[in-house]
């Protein structure tokens, strides 16, 4: 990261992961048009934001192409905005995986934590930026 | 836009426009990373959105150097998210502006309307997708 207030970014973070949950995760196409699409933040340590996604999908597949991603938590309702520029990495790891998963995940993937598909998308934090207005 | 459903599309974006109000749009930065940052949307017209902005801002200079930009309406409270590819145009329309402006763009333009650093966002949509949970 290259906030010079790293704790505070990871704070505010933190609070954006837990009040807000989802948050849309932008990719770049083969064409390079921008794709942004829901996902629910699956955890989050000082370096990095967690989601779980299936493997065969167009978003890990371009995320894999152009690991420059953005992750952005709004929520209108609440007045906070947060943008994440960061670097997607897949990761096979189903002990984290199992670690992570959480019941309100299985709205998202029906087969459950099982499911072989599953996999991690590990998003390194380069940036935040955050807006704040209530 | 390549949808095939045209008309439903713009139609779901017209509710999103009326009931998230803020999007976030999402630009890529010179050295390739991705950002995003919120914006109040101003218009939707059959082809494109709308938003004012400064036009003197890392964001404009970015969706010219990059045309391809992403509109993520995201509201987690009323379970909706949506999102554009779009194309990105820096247009100068005194006229559209002061038709465009309304009094909720004070907040992030105190000098309001007649801030000669203002200039309009055309995104013009490609492709639009969107979940809808409730």
């Not at 794709?35 to 629910?40: A, K, L, N, Y």
Request: with cysteine; net charge negative; aromatic share 6%.
């Amino acid at each position: 990261m290259d906030q010079n207030s790293k704790p505070s970014a990871i704070q505010a973070l933190g609070e954006a992961v837990k009040s807000i949950r989802v948050a849309m995760l932008t990719t770049q196409e083969k064409e390079g048009g921008l794709r942004s699409r829901p996902m629910v933040c699956a955890g989050l340590d000082q370096d990095a934001l967690w989601f779980i996604t299936k493997e065969h999908t167009p978003k890990v597949a371009e995320a894999q192409e152009h690991q420059a991603v953005n992750i952005a938590f709004a929520s209108p309702e609440k007045d906070m905005y947060l943008s994440v520029t960061g670097q997607a990495q897949v990761v096979h790891d189903r002990k984290l995986l199992q670690k992570l998963w959480s019941a309100e995940l299985s709205r998202w993937f029906p087969q459950g934590v099982s499911d072989p598909d599953l996999a991690l998308l590990r998003i390194d934090i380069r940036h935040t930026e955050q807006w704040n207005f209530a």
